[in-house]
């Protein structure tokens, strides 16, 4: 478990190099996520042993995929996979626990059929590629039937500047109209992009919260009270 953390957070650094030589990528965002903390940093690790034990504790007895009375869902991808509420990997699955502790939502992961390489090298290149296809890789269909909630927190990895293809057969699989949206993403040092545009030109029928809260990998385990202040301001 912890080899695959440090590849990925070598993996993230890596990117950030990768990425910053390639002009097709989009930079820091451009203000349309308010929120989003801008940072070079991406060799810490993502989540620290004090931020990890306190939303351990807090999730233990949570369970991921299942419908309670909540009318607040966090739906997030994460990589690697893991349905393990206890095993903390993705930088994304934890800004989503943070936020489900903090507003009781019911928390759903957009799992790929097919998982990814563990490979690194691998997994960029069939992100890539899925990009250059616009994809629609297949997910698992866990989520019920999402009509009980008003609000849905959604989260995910900037990936070669855009939304992870599995994010987008998610929203093109489930009308959230009438839904308020609100986005969280995690990144090697990009920001955002365009990616709450994105969302919002797939869910036209959605509020789609414009001041989305963006961290990079690197400061995602000390971003705890940073994503409490931005759940006050919006209200949660
Ligand atoms: C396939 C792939 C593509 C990525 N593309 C970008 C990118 O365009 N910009 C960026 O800053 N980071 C990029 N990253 C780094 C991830 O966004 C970052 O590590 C993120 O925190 C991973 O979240 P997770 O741990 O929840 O999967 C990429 C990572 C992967 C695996």
Redesign the pocket.
């Known amino acids: 478990m912890k080899k695959r953390i440090i590849m990925?957070?070598i993996?993230?650094a890596f990117?950030?190099v990768t990425?910053s030589a390639c002009s097709s990528?989009?930079t820091q965002a451009d203000g349309q996520a308010g929120a989003t903390e801008q940072t070079s940093q991406?060799t810490k690790p993502?989540v620290d042993a004090d931020a990890s034990a306190s939303i351990k504790g807090a999730a233990s007895d949570q369970k991921e995929g299942q419908h309670t009375d909540s009318h607040r869902a966090v739906i997030?991808?994460?990589?690697?996979d893991s349905s393990d509420m206890n095993a903390l990997?993705?930088?994304?699955?934890?800004?989503g626990r943070i936020i489900a502790e903090k507003t009781g939502a019911d928390v759903f992961r957009i799992v790929p059929i097919k998982a990814?390489p563990t490979d690194?090298s691998a997994?960029?290149a069939?992100?890539?590629m899925e990009q250059g296809e616009n994809a629609r890789p297949a997910i698992k269909d866990d989520f019920g039937d999402l009509s009980q909630y008003d609000t849905i927190f959604l989260?995910?990895?900037?990936?070669?500047?855009?939304l992870?293809m599995p994010v987008y057969t998610f929203l093109e699989s489930h009308d959230l109209s009438g839904k308020k949206i609100v986005i969280f993403?995690?990144?090697?040092?990009?920001?955002l992009?365009d990616t709450v545009e994105h969302v919002q030109s797939v869910e036209k029928g959605a509020d789609v919260e414009t001041k989305a809260y963006g961290v990079?990998?690197g400061d995602?385990g000390s971003a705890k009270d940073k994503v409490l202040s931005w759940l006050s301001e919006l209200g949660y």
């Open positions: 990925s957070i993996g993230a990117m950030a990425l990528v989009r991406t993502k997030y991808f994460s990589s690697p990997e993705g930088s994304t699955q934890y800004l990814y690194y997994h960029t069939q992100a890539k989260g995910y990895p900037i990936w070669w500047g855009d992870p993403s995690t990144y090697g040092s990009s920001g992009g990079a990998a995602v």
